[in-house]
Each structure stands twice: as structure tokens, then as C-alpha cells.
């Protein structure tokens, strides 16, 4: 058995690039010696010392270490990509890529980023990318690692955001240690997050693993953009690169989006410049600044209503012909729609219900016709149901929207006649007028509870604002669905990456990690990092505040403290309401009380400055300005800050 | 099946309750104090704030305080609510805590002027 076993092992060690003692002698000895081993009768099972091998110069060693790896080529694979950084909780599966990312790589470009979890390592990759517009690196351990890190990937492919993942893995069972390996290999490793991954390959040899390093990068970041794995192989990471390899990594490739079919692009032109009330309506859209410039150029152009659904910035806050408040109304008064990148159309152009017996309508009027402009219908699977339900499109166009909204400023301006011009000009001003009174609204309804305790979101929403719109450069790094969407209705968000939308799967684990990793792209820029970070979402993924203090990660995290999972309180009490019990017992696992979280305390305690906890809205600005002090000297802060439920 | 009859039982005794209290018109005397406390243990804060503030957006439930709603039409919301609201039978919250809940609703005061806080005037 141990023949058996011993005897590749020790081949595979006979042809070590830059060993001790390399050659055919050398291997020769240990090759006669296991065998006379196993020959002999094992009289006592417990290995005794061999004085004579202690003592005497052997004719030959085994080869037991090796000047160059698998490992460290695989790092000059991931080096010619460019990454930053490699985001990761230590793992024995991509030992040999730890390693040479340390010692050989010099723990720079990649920078080892020291997780506590491998659900931070990924959505810190998610708010990265957000920012940096690259990919982050991230590692995780063959089956356990990467289990941990799938919600994350998942929450990263709903919502069109490309993460890099490398997970070791070991394929040849006499390369397993016995016992944990085993545990941690999988046969195909990344079943588990196929659904989830635009592309994934298991290298097999060195150079497989160059050409799919870089295949990989280039299938991410082509709209539209997602996730992709590659798992390196342990033995591969670990064995010597044989002599003589011809080993070439191939060239990483600038890659064009894809644009949409121009006579499509023309129709669409044709029927917008034509139409009475244009309507744009822009989800998973502007992925760059560009993207926002584009989008205002055409809505000014046809001095249209433009819908920001806020899944990301796409139409400045407090730009006139942004209707956002008015969504609804919008799309019932269009007779036409065009779509950008829109995760779920249908639930723009229909009402929903939640009611017992569940209902919906359509809000388009008669004779209502819908574009749609995107890249998800290049790329689609079948489980995961994040495709959402089939919305009546009359045209459908599958295209990056970005990249394609050059072609389609420009063939609109080349419709557009004068006597045109003047009639749209009038209509927005309608619209103007329109944008001016839902602001004032926001105003009046943020006056309500002003001065409460708990603190309304409202007045945590604008005291935060007070406190950063001053700033030379800030980015709100936090989805604001938990806060009512104040930032959107009273904050000037009109850069890109003002604002940087929400986690895609709604997976909770993402805000706290995700700002991390903006804040991470977003250090080098000088650029003020804030997240307004829902209490239960960052009790998922806590130890990223470890990570912020290790890595001197300037984030600013106010804790809208709730005190509970609060869209879960409001599920619960529906139900409760409908089945016609009583309502006592909503808060039953639905709420954080009992003890209430000193998360200012647990902040401390992780190497973060922790301020709070806050209950009078009048203590708010204060600690604020101490907390963003703390964050311009380069460090992370968080305050806690008591609030009511939404 | 069950549950459906069941439930369009009630929403009929709920619809002539709604009708009743409708044909009445005022509102009924309620006790703000005790409304106060059943807003919140039944559960109201939890959408439309613990001073009436609404949730705002497309998640929280709307504004109540200072929202200018007759008794009836309250009523008519909570056991009959349009949009996505829960409905609320009068068997978990009886018509004298519903009153007391509207009597507490119209009690809040008026917000302050917003032209009186700076951080809401650019």
C-alpha cells in the first residue's frame, strides 16, 4: 500500500527545478530505499528513530524543496492581470498561492486584504469593483471557502458586478492529506456556484492555467459583467514547474462592450423623437461617468422624463427631467418606454399587489410601446430566478446600453427638427416644475418626527448630508432602500460615483463590506467614504470592521440601528394581519433587543474607532464631524445611531 | 380553500362594518393615551413610524400624523386597505381601539415650519 502511494510521490520530487540534490542518482536511493522498506516485515508499527540516517551522510537526499513553484508562475498570471489587491481568509487549499503571493510576489499588485469571512473577501469585491471598475482577486478554500463566499457572488451576479475567484482544490487523491483535504476537495468545485458565475475552468496544467487567468478576466468584463472562478489546483500550486517548460501568459486584451444593432438603434430613435411622452427609464445602466454624461445628453436632448430605479446613479439627484418620484405616473402617461439594463422591467410597467390574493395590472396605457436596451439578454441561466417575470417588450435590443448610447444620441439628433425642439422644451419645463414640487414635498415630509427619538431616517439622512456635501469629494457607498431613499430625494448625488446602488441579490451580508471594498478604491482617490449600514447587515459580516482597522480602510459607517430585521417585522405582521391573529408576536425573531448591540463597543473591539450609541437627533452632527475627522486621518469609524424602522 | 372562505367572510362583515361606520360619518371619542400604546404594541410604528412620520419610499406606509383623514375613511383603510397595507379585522383590533388609535393619530402635533431647520433649506 504504501508502495503504492510512496512511490509517483517521490517521482514527482525527482525532476525539482533548482533541488538540493537533483538528477537521476539522486532519486535512484530513496526509490531502492522505500522499496526495501516495504518489503521488510513491520514488526513494530510505530516508526523508530533511524540513528544511522541521523548521524551518517546519506549517499543521496530526497528532494524536499523546490527553488520555483506552480504557485509562483500562477501569481505572475494573476500579476499580468493587474489586480490591486487579493482579498482572502487564509485557507491550506491555496497554501502555495499564499506563499508565493507573499514572498515571491512581494504582497503588492496583488496586496493580500486579510478576511475574517469568505462573504467579506467577495462583497468587498462587489463595492470595489463599483468604484474601481476592475475586478477584485479574491481566494477562497476548496468547498468550505468558497460555501461561505457564494451569497456574496450571488448577490455580485444579480447585480452585473464582475469578482475574480480563485479556489484550490486538489484533484489527485495521492496529493491529499488524509482527513481535512479531503473535506475541503470537491470533484467539480465549482458546481456549487455555477448558477452564480459566468465562467469557471479547473486548469490542469500550468500554462491551461495562464490561458484561463486571462480568458477568465476577459469573459468578466465583457457586459454584461460578472463573477468567474478559476480553481488552482493544489498540487499544481505546489509542484516545481518542470525544467524546460515553455510556460507564456497571453496578452490581456482592452475590452469593447457590445453595441446594439444600428438599425434597431434607429427605430428606437425614430419612435422617442416622435413620441408625445418619451419615457426613459434607467436600472443596472450607468457603469461609468460617461454613462451619466450620456444619459442627460439624451434626456435633454428630448427634454424627456428619466426614471432612476437606484440601482445605481444614473440620473443626477436634482437634474430637472429626473421624475423618479413620479415613477408611476410616468408610465402610464409614455407612449414610449425605452429600458436601460433593466433587471426587472415588468415590475416598472405593472402594479403589484401583496395582498392575499395576489394581483397586478398594467400601467402602460393603450398603444403604449416598450424598448429595451440591455445586456442581459446576452447572457442568461436557468435556476436562480434573478431574471425576474417577462415584460411585454415591443423591441428589444441586447446591447451594453452604455456603450450604445452614443450611436443613440447621435441618431436622435439627427431627427430632431426645429419645430420639435420647441415643443419639447416646454415639456420639460412641465417637468421641471414637476421635480421642484417633489422636493418641497421631501422637505415638508422630512419635517415629521425632526426632533424624535428614535431617530427618524430622515433627519439622520440630512444630518449626514449637512456633514458631507462640503466635502471636496464623498460617495455614499450604502443602499438607501432601508432609509426611505432620502439621499435621492433631498441629497445633490450628480456624479457617478456619488451613489453606487444596491447589493443586486438583496442577500443581507453585503452593505458593510461592499463600502469596505469602495472605500478600499476609494482611498487612493482621497474620496470620503460613507455607508449608512442597516444593523442587521452588518452583524452578518462584522469582522470587516477587523479588516477596515488592519488595513486602514477610511470608511465611515453610520449605523442605522434599528434594532431589528426590520423588513422581516413588517413580512410577519402581513401575515400575522391576514390570518386574522393577533399582532403581539411579530417581533419574535425578527427583532435585536434583549440586549440591545453596543455596536460602537464591538467596533472598539475590532480596532475601529466606535462612537455612540446616539438617540438625540441634536448629538447627531457632532459625532458625526468627529467620526469623519477620524476617516480623513486614514482610519475607519463607526457610529451608532438609534433610528426608527424605515 | 378554507382559509379563502374564510377570509371573504370576513371581508364581508368588514365591508358592512366599514359601510356602518362610514354612514356615520363622525369620528367616535377615543382615549389618545391608550391609542398611543396600541400603536405601538400593535404593531403601527413599525411602518409609519413611531410619531406618525410614514416610512416613505416605496417600503414604509404612509404619513398619519397631521394627514387630515375623517374617522370613517381611517376605519374603511384598516379593515379594507387599498394597495399593499394589512388588513386588520375587527376580531385583532376592535373598533374602540381603532378610535382610540385615530385619537391618538390626530393628536400629534403639526411638524415644525421647514423653513425653521436649516438642514432641510439649502
Redesign the interface.
Known amino acids: 500500500m504504501s508502495k503504492k502511494t510512496d512511490l509517483p510521490n517521490i517521482k514527482r520530487r525527482g525532476f525539482l527545478k533548482g533541488a538540493g540534490l537533483a538528477g537521476a542518482a539522486a532519486l535512484a536511493t530513496p526509490l531502492k530505499a522505500v522499496a526495501a522498506q516495504s518489503a521488510a516485515p513491520a514488526r513494530n508499527p510505530v516508526p523508530l528513530p533511524n540513528r544511522a540516517a541521523e548521524t551518517q551522510v546519506p549517499p543521496a537526499m530526497e528532494s524536499l524543496t523546490v527553488g520555483r513553484s506552480g504557485s509562483d508562475f500562477m501569481i505572475d498570471c494573476l500579476k499580468s492581470i493587474g489586480f490591486e489587491y487579493m482579498a482572502a481568509n487564509p485557507a491550506s487549499s491555496f497554501r502555495g498561492l499564499h506563499e508565493s503571493l507573499v514572498n515571491y510576489g512581494g504582497n503588492k499588485d496583488p496586496e493580500f486584504l486579510t478576511c475574517s469571512h469568505e462573504e467579506v473577501s467577495a462583497a468587498m469585491g462587489h463595492g470595489y469593483y463599483k468604484i474601481e471598475k476592475k475586478p477584485l482577486c479574491i481566494f477562497a478554500h476548496g468547498t468550505v471557502g468558497l460555501q461561505h463566499a457564494t451569497m456574496a457572488l450571488y448577490n455580485a451576479w444579480c447585480d452585473r458586478v464582475p469578482i475574480y475567484c480563485v479556489v484550490g482544490n486538489t484533484a489527485a487523491v495521492e496529493e491529499r492529506r488524509p482527513g481535512i483535504e479531503w473535506n475541503h476537495t470537491a470533484q467539480d468545485t465549482a458546481l456549487i456556484a455555477r448558477d452564480y458565475t459566468k465562467w469557471d475552468d479547473y486548469p490542469a496544467t500550468l500554462q491551461h492555467f495562464a490561458e484561463s487567468t486571462v480568458r477568465a478576466y476577459k469573459i468578466a468584463m465583457t457586459p454584461p459583467t460578472l463573477p468567474v472562478l478559476i480553481v488552482a489546483d493544489g498540487a499544481l500550486q505546489e509542484n516545481p514547474i518542470e525544467e524546460g517548460a515553455k510556460l507564456r501568459i497571453p496578452k490581456l486584451p482592452e475590452v469593447a462592450a457590445p453595441q446594439g444593432d444600428s438599425g434597431a438603434v434607429a427605430e428606437t430613435a425614430r419612435m422617442l423623437v416622435n413620441a408625445e411622452h418619451p419615457v426613459l427609464i434607467a436600472d443596472r445602466y450607468a457603469r461609468t461617468q460617461e454613462g451619466n454624461d450620456r444619459l442627460v445628453e439624451l434626456a435633454e436632448l428630448l427634454q424627456c422624463a428619466v426614471v432612476d430605479t437606484s440601482a445605481r446613479l444614473n440620473m443626477p439627484s436634482r437634474h430637472p427631467l429626473n421624475q423618479s418620484g413620479r415613477a408611476r405616473g410616468q408610465v402610464r402617461a409614455a407612449d414610449i418606454i425605452l429600458g436601460l439594463e433593466m433587471s426587472d422591467y415588468w415590475a416598472s410597467l405593472n402594479s403589484y399587489r401583496d395582498q392575499l390574493h395576489r394581483s397586478s395590472e398594467s400601467l402602460q396605457r393603450a398603444g403604449s410601446k416598450t424598448v429595451h436596451l440591455g445586456s442581459g439578454d446576452l447572457y442568461i441561466k436557468s435556476n436562480y430566478q434573478d431574471f425576474q417575470r417577462f415584460a411585454d417588450v415591443d423591441l428589444a435590443i441586447a446591447a451594453d446600453a452604455e456603450a450604445t448610447m452614443p450611436a443613440l444620441i447621435e441618431q436622435v439628433k439627427r431627427l430632431i427638427t426645429p419645430a420639435q425642439k420647441a415643443n419639447f422644451e416646454a415639456r420639460g419645463k412641465k417637468f421641471a416644475a414637476d421635480h421642484l414640487a417633489d422636493v418641497q414635498r421631501a422637505r415638508s415630509d422630512a419635517t415629521y418626527g425632526w426632533d424624535a427619538s428614535p431617530i427618524t431616517t430622515a433627519r439622520l439622512s440630512m444630518e449626514v448630508w449637512a456633514q458631507i456635501k462640503n466635502e471636496p469629494d464623498w460617495c455614499l457607498a450604502s443602499p438607501t432602500s432601508t432609509f426611505s431613499y432620502w439621499p435621492q430625494r433631498l441629497w445633490t448625488m450628480d456624479k457617478n460615483h456619488h451613489f453606487l446602488g444596491d447589493g443586486g441579490g438583496m442577500g443581507i451580508g453585503y452593505c458593510a463590506s461592499a463600502s469596505c471594498g469602495a472605500a478600499l478604491a476609494n482611498r487612493k482617490r482621497g474620496r470620503l467614504t460613507v455607508a449608512i449600514q442597516p444593523d442587521g447587515d452588518l452583524l452578518m459580516t462584522i469582522g470587516v470592521l477587523w479588516t477596515a482597522a488592519h488595513h486602514k480602510i477610511p470608511v465611515l459607517w453610520v449605523v442605522h440601528n434599528n434594532r431589528g430585521y426590520h423588513q422581516e417585522v413588517m413580512h410577519v405582521q402581513r401575515v400575522a394581519a391576514r390570518h386574522m391573529r393577533g399582532l403581539a408576536n411579530a417581533h419574535v425573531g425578527t427583532t435585536l433587543r434583549d440586549p440591545n448591540i453596543d455596536y460602537a463597543k464591538v467596533a472598539e473591539g475590532m480596532g475601529c474607532a466606535g462612537i455612540g450609541p446616539i438617540t438625540d437627533p441634536k448629538d447627531l452632527a457632532a459625532a458625526l464631524r468627529r467620526g469623519i475627522d477620524i476617516v480623513k486621518r486614514g482610519e475607519p469609524c463607526l457610529i451608532d445611531v438609534v433610528t426608527q424602522g424605515r | 380553500m378554507n ?2 372562505l ?2 371573504s367572510a ?1 371581508l364581508v362583515v368588514t365591508l358592512v362594518a366599514g359601510a356602518a361606520a362610514l354612514a356615520q360619518g363622525a369620528a367616535p371619542s377615543g382615549d389618545a393615551a391608550r391609542g398611543k400604546q396600541l400603536y405601538t ?3 403601527c ?3 409609519h ?12 406606509g404612509l ?1 398619519l ?2 394627514m387630515g383623514i375623517a374617522f370613517p375613511a381611517f376605519l374603511n383603510q384598516l379593515r379594507q386597505p387599498q ?2 397595507m ?4 375587527a ?3 376592535p373598533d374602540k381601539d381603532v378610535a382610540d388609535i385615530y385619537a391618538f393619530v390626530s393628536s400629534l402635533p403639526p ?4 423653513k425653521s ?1 436649516p ?3 439649502p
Do not use: K
Open positions: 382559509t379563502i374564510r377570509a370576513v404594541t400593535i404593531g410604528s413599525y411602518c413610524g413611531t410619531v406618525g412620520q410614514g416610512g416613505g419610499g416605496r417600503t414604509g404619513r400624523a397631521n394597495d399593499e394589512p388588513p386588520y379585522v376580531s385583532v383590533v411638524p415644525a415650519d421647514v431647520i438642514l432641510l433649506n
